[in-house]
């Protein structure tokens, strides 16, 4: 990989890794709904003149019902039940969590018979899980197991989407399908607003987070992403999946002094661990993986945060 691309894939996997500190930092003040009403709108403003430029919206739009579909899974559902689950969770703690999103990809692939499992993906699946059971019995109180819950629902979203991309969307340009799903969630989280909004001053520090997760960890991440896509191709891109993790424990325990427990020592090498070898391709199907499965390491990158926290 080139200079160039290096520079690409460390920006990500720090912007990547950082919605989760700020998603807690805004929801100390702001609804989760609003929070995240307020990221798609200026992540998909910001990002509307590269779609109008590329003229990548109306070949998007044809496929309404669909692109519905995916917003509401990839989304509307997931981003605010993760605003919702920091609300009572660590930001370390969610992002090591939503790192399962490989593993419950894995399984709906097999479930749905569109994948196999190798004895080395059965181990991984396994480890993976494990790592989650270590994370949660350890370190999660009774009265926040709804707000894993809320991560649950969150993670199965992020795994889901992809799938919908890989298999609908894959000759449609990327920036069309990003830019008019996050307005279409802009759209829909737009009457559920006014309920929610505001009775109080809103300090600066969420306001600056609100600002950020827009601008940076979604208008300004894809945007790099599509040039990593370029510069080093989607397999090599979709490392990021398991580096975001470790950014969003360290920043969270660096600026928000967040705890490192013992669950989180034993958990996310173990979740990490599982999401590598259960999504490790067998051997058997070599050349073939490679040429079908671009587009759907693509979207499962892509939508790994934000993804896509």
Not at 22 to 47: E, M, Q, T, Y
């Amino acid at each position: 990989m080139s200079r160039r691309g290096w520079m690409l894939f460390l920006a990500l996997c720090v912007i990547w890794g950082i919605p989760y500190l700020l998603i807690k930092v805004a929801v100390a003040d702001i609804n989760p709904l609003l929070v995240a009403f307020c990221r798609v709108l200026i992540g998909g403003l910001i990002l509307l003149p590269i779609a109008l430029k590329q003229r990548a919206l109306g070949p998007v739009l044809k496929r309404w019902p669909l692109l519905l579909l995916y917003t509401v899974i990839e989304i509307c559902i997931p981003w605010f039940f993760l605003g919702l689950a920091e609300t009572k969770l660590n930001s370390s703690t969610a992002g090591l969590l939503i790192a399962v999103v490989p593993l419950i990809a894995s399984v709906i692939l097999w479930a749905t018979g569109q994948d196999k499992f190798s004895r080395i993906r059965v181990i991984g699946l396994i480890l993976g899980f494990a790592g989650v059971a270590a994370l949660v019995g350890l370190d999660i109180r009774l009265d926040n197991l709804l707000a894993v819950g809320a991560v649950a629902i969150t993670a199965i979203g992020y795994a889901v989407g992809p799938i919908i991309i890989s298999r609908k969307f894959t000759d449609l340009p990327a920036s069309g399908v990003i830019t008019a799903s996050l307005l279409l969630a802009a759209v829909i989280y737009a009457p559920f607003v006014t309920f929610v909004w505001p009775t109080q001053a809103v300090s600066a520090q969420s306001l600056w987070a609100v600002i950020a997760l827009g601008v940076l960890c979604t208008a300004t991440a894809f945007t790099l992403f599509f040039a990593l896509i370029g510069e080093a191709g989607p397999a090599r891109a979709s490392v990021i999946t398991y580096v975001n993790p470790a950014v969003a424990i360290i920043l969270g325990v660096l600026l928000l002094s967040e705890p490192f427990t013992i669950g989180t020592a034993i958990g996310f090498p173990l979740v990490i661990l599982g999401s590598v070898l259960a999504t490790s391709r067998n051997r058997t199907r070599g050349k073939k993986t490679a040429a079908i499965n671009p587009e759907a390491t693509t979207a499962v990158a892509s939508s790994t945060p934000s993804q896509h926290p």
